[in-house]
């Protein structure tokens, strides 16, 4: 390959780098990194196109001033762009890192909001048990204070049943007594009457 075709195919790189490096800048996020690698890419061949330059400039014997003009205008634009990508990239490098922070401070941020939660939730679970225990206790004691009183009232109905009956024998015996007080006045009234008759009938008789 010629000097001035090396030439050539090196302006189109450059041009073809000035193009990425503008493609670059306005990407989105997503592409970048793609992109990055694609304009290294491009900067390694055409360091490999200034090795082979320089290679056919060592071995000519003829230089002409145009072409070392030349050559030294593309060497100028390729070490530009070269430095202009490279503060982009850095730029785009600083920002992913910037951006990469937030996140991390985002995410602890949250990931100490829901520890905190969690310390509630927790805190509340162990108040309602406790207050779940301290009812169930309650309740125990409510148990056991009424059958104390079912107890108590189960005593009372025993001896008030004993009371009833007492008193009812008490009113069979006083109805049984009535009942021989009665049949003894019967008896007394039926002897006073047979004396005044046998009185009677003596009286007659003399």
Not at 132 to 141: D, E, G, H, R, S
Not at 142 to 147: G, M
């Amino acid at each position: 390959m010629s000097i001035d075709e090396n030439l050539d195919q090196f302006e189109q790189q450059i041009a073809q780098l000035y193009q990425s490096v503008a493609d670059f800048k306005n990407c989105t996020s997503a592409l970048r990194n793609q992109k990055c690698q694609q304009i290294d890419a491009q900067l390694h061949k055409s360091e490999l196109y200034l090795i082979e330059y320089k290679e056919l400039l060592r071995q000519s014997a003829v230089v002409l001033t145009s072409t070392r003009s030349r050559h030294k205008q593309l060497l100028d634009s390729f070490t530009s762009i070269r430095s202009e990508f490279s503060s982009v990239k850095q730029k785009q490098q600083n920002q992913q890192q910037n951006e990469l922070k937030k996140q991390i401070v985002t995410v602890n941020m949250q990931y100490e909001n829901q520890t905190d939660q969690l310390k509630d939730m927790n805190s509340k679970i162990e108040e309602s048990v406790l207050r779940v225990q301290i009812n169930n206790q309650q309740v125990v004691n409510q148990d056991e204070q009424l059958q104390l009183v079912d107890d108590k009232f189960t005593h009372i109905q025993s001896k008030a049943e004993i009371a009833g009956q007492l008193v009812s024998n008490m009113k069979q015996k006083e109805n049984k007594s009535s009942r021989i007080l009665q049949i003894a006045f019967v008896l007394l009234s039926a002897a006073n009457i047979s004396m005044t008759v046998v009185v009677a009938v003596q009286n007659i008789g003399k």
